[in-house]
């Protein structure tokens, strides 16, 4: 975050927030966690369960699985977690595909591409996946040397107070949200998202990716340790994956109601309006 | 009410027709033959990082008789639906005999009792299909590169080339025969065995009797079941679709590292 302010006409203050390399290396993210996660299904319809321990297949007990079966004429889609399970007709085990009911993982539209294709799927995975480490390392580069991270994004001691935090999370909660001076830094709920999504989640992404991979295995045997198993690095993979999920529909919907024109531009153009009193 | 009603159908139907539209666009950028040129600079990178990490003798995990899995799952073709086969498997596989030719010094036919003759290397290795399973098992089997040795690669040989008896998938021109290949570097690979026993029996029907080939760093289409022939080739274009693999001539990587 550089410092120099622009736009002060009519009251408001235009903050340079993003420098463009944050900036470019967020949308190159958006567009491969996107393709990585339709094609990422795609791959996990060809054998929709999950396993912990070093091995797994079809007789083996999986910790989830996404099942058709046979219901009279009419095929029920049926996911097992654990010891339980749901009836899940029409979106995952069994799904519409061209009018009639299909055995399907996931639906064709949660898919890249949407008919079953495990090839296709795993080189979009594998292509968006390689771009997204490129990415990854240039945007860890720039954060290490620019500051950018020690500066934005790590928590001050004062910060991580159990009074502060209470008083964050009940702003939020509220939806109010800082405004002039207050705006010009991450609050900390921020940083901490933030920090646990690039030094936790994507890493992990990452890491139990290739624990899948045999040659990979042979390279770092380490990693099949550190995860219990290629089948529990599956496993961990998927649970991350929708941890992410779960981070970008919140961080969304957060950008939506703390002001989606503002966000957006400061996400394109770098200029964030801290509104009133940006100068104190 | 019913303006509301009928806002909302139009938001339902338009969000269902630019989603069929967004899946139908997909489809298109899927099928593209310069996208598919594209996506394909990510299989080179991911075996040439591979093979820069990995070295030649990086050896495969290799687990205990504890890890092995109840039961192994077998995929693909479990009973070759063809004459020579089904003879062979009458016989119990005493007429069966594994063909090595060739850019090779000296071609050979082996026996299955001959080569459970030869020096054999024993393995508790995990089999990793494609799709995502995994089963582990123990095999007993032939290092390939001894055999190599044995018949004499001629200089311009690149690949090795695994024939087999199962006829995959039906076709008129009879491009639907199993068939696999690898480079020297796995061929040689310590690990890289033609496997006759596995779990302490004779290997089973299903499994790809009397012979298959463990190639312990790669995924399991490139554990050719059934063996009939191994060839070794200068390059891969003149075989069936060219790309080096059943799998591989339907869109599969030839490198199965990941």
């Known amino acids: 975050m550089a410092t120099t302010d622009a736009g002060m006409a009519s009251g408001r203050t235009l903050f340079y927030r993003h420098g463009l390399l944050v900036r470019l290396s967020h949308w190159v993210n958006v567009l491969c966690m996107t393709a990585l996660l339709y094609s990422g299904l795609q791959i996990f319809n060809a054998h929709p369960a999950l396993y912990w321990g070093q091995y797994g297949a079809d007789n083996d007990p999986s910790f989830i699985s996404m099942v058709a079966e046979q219901e009279g004429d009419a095929l029920k889609g049926v996911t097992h977690l654990g010891g339980l399970s749901f009836d899940t007709t029409g979106i995952l085990g069994v799904s519409n595909v061209d009018g009639e009911a299909a055995v399907r993982g996931f ?27 490129i990415n990854g390392f240039i945007y860890l580069a720039y954060g290490f040397v620019s500051r950018h991270f020690r500066r934005d994004l790590l928590p ?14 009940v702003s939020h ?3 109010r949200f800082p405004k002039g001076a207050e705006a010009r830094h991450y609050n900390t709920l921020q940083k901490l998202a933030y920090v646990a999504v690039i030094f936790v989640l994507l890493p992990l992404m990452i890491g139990t990716g ?16 550190l995860f219990g198993g290629r089948q529990s690095a599956r496993t961990l993979h998927f649970l991350t994956a929708f941890s992410l999920v779960a981070f970008v529909a919140v961080h969304v919907a957060m950008v939506l109601v703390s002001g989606v024109f503002n966000n957006l531009r400061s996400m394109v153009t770098g200029y964030y309006d801290i509104g009133q009193g940006g100068k104190s | 009410m019913s303006r509301i009603i009928t806002r909302r159908r139009f938001l339902i139907g338009a969000t269902m027709t630019a989603s069929a539209l967004g899946l139908a666009g997909c489809d298109a950028l899927v099928e593209n033959d310069r996208t598919k040129s594209v996506l394909k600079i990510a299989e080179g990178l991911s075996m040439k990082t591979q093979r820069f990490l990995l070295g030649d003798d990086a050896l495969a995990r290799e687990f205990t008789e504890a890890d092995i899995s109840p039961t192994f799952r077998a995929n693909g073709t479990s009973m070759p639906d063809n004459a020579r086969y089904i003879d062979w498997m009458n016989q119990r596989f005493s007429s069966w005999k594994l063909e090595v030719g060739g850019l090779v010094d000296k071609p050979m036919q082996l026996s299955l009792a001959e080569l459970k003759a030869l020096p054999a ?24 590169g001894a055999l190599l040795q044995a018949a004499g690669l001629k200089p311009e040989a690149r690949y090795i080339v695994f024939h087999c008896a199962d006829e995959y998938e039906k076709t008129l021109d009879g491009s639907g025969w199993y068939y696999e290949s690898i480079d020297l570097v796995d061929a040689f690979h ?3 065995i033609l496997a006759h026993t596995m779990n302490g029996r004779d290997l089973e029907v299903a499994h790809g009797a009397p012979l298959r080939l463990r190639v312990e760093r790669q995924l399991g289409y490139k554990q050719a079941k059934y063996l ?7 390059d891969l274009g ?17 490198y199965a590292g990941i």
């Open chain 1, 107 to 133: 639906p064709n539209w949660l898919t890249l591409p949407s008919y079953q294709d495990l090839a296709s799927g795993r080189r979009w995975h594998f292509f968006f996946a390689w771009l997204f480490v």
């Open chain 1, 156 to 169: 001050a001691a004062e910060e991580l107070k159990p009074s502060h935090l209470g008083h964050e999370i």
């Open chain 1, 173 to 175: 909660a509220r939806l």
């Open chain 1, 210 to 225: 290739l624990t899948m991979s045999p040659g990979f295995n042979a390279v770092a045997p380490w990693l099949l340790d």
């Open chain 2, 121 to 144: 290397r024993t393995q508790i290795t995990r089999h990793d299909c494609v799709e995502g399973w995994s089963a582990i098992g123990k095999w007993t089997g032939v290092p390939l």
């Open chain 2, 190 to 192: 310590p690990q890289t």
């Open chain 2, 228 to 234: 009939t022939g191994i060839e070794a080739v200068a």
């Open chain 2, 238 to 254: 003149q075989l069936y679709g060219g790309n080096g693999g059943f799998w591989e001539d339907r869109g599969y990587e030839w």
